[in-house]
């Protein structure tokens, strides 16, 4: 409905036809491109943390960041089944439905291009930007029109060895990331990737540290690790802080 309401104004204002309506237009199109790429991250963040794809507010930042662990996220797509045992040839295929969608390549070039006209300019091309609008205004209302959003791929799954939530990622997406992220907003324990005899092996990026009251073993994200950081205990709420780092060594066996 959102979009919907978006799209009707869009219409209206194109129009109208005169430069002041058009620059509202302009405004118009990006939020419903936002709302577009919003409703798309938010159905994927069931299965991957909320912050890992929210990391950038632009559309086309996100829907790339979406692109590295989902490839086939901003394709558009008919999902249709029929009955086993039939010759493909003669199967009979329904429909369940169609997923409209704005590739990346379409969400960049519109974000930044219809951007360029909310800056001061003297020389704006009326029946220029008209057109880019409409080309817009075309995509938005069939990427509307979509029946269905579902996501049928082949998933890799682990549970947090920090607080065993299940984690969830797709097999073809994992070859393009580095890191895996705990979905947990409480946790966000991070899983770096390491070759390994078997295969790829994912190895949680985390310092441990015993607590000095209770002995309880804490586990805290590398990355946040360094002199003054302030963490508490998970058991007695305890609270310690690092104040110097502390490295080791001992003779390699040449």
Known sequence: MELTN????IEDLIKEDSEDALIYAVLECRMAIEIVSKKK??????????????????????????????????????????????????????????HESLSLKSTTDYFHKLGSYLHYRNDTDLNKLKKLLNSALSDLTRVNQSTLMSDLALTIAFECKKCSTPIHYNEEGTKNIHEFVCPNPSCEAVYKKKPGGDGTQLIIDNVMFTCQQCEQKEYINSSKVDIGYIFTCSSCKAQHEVIEKQWMYGLCNL
């Not at 978006?6 to 104004?9: A, D, S, T, V």
Request: net charge positive.
């Open 6 to 9: 978006k799209i009707k104004k």
């Open 41 to 98: 991250i938010d159905f994927y963040c069931k299965r991957y943390n909320t912050k890992l794809l929210n990391k950038h507010w632009q559309p086309n930042k996100a829907i790339k960041l979406l692109k590295q662990i989902e490839p086939q996220a901003d394709q558009s797509y008919e999902l249709m089944i029929s009955r086993e045992g039939q010759d493909t040839e003669e199967k009979n295929w329904i429909s369940l439905g169609k």
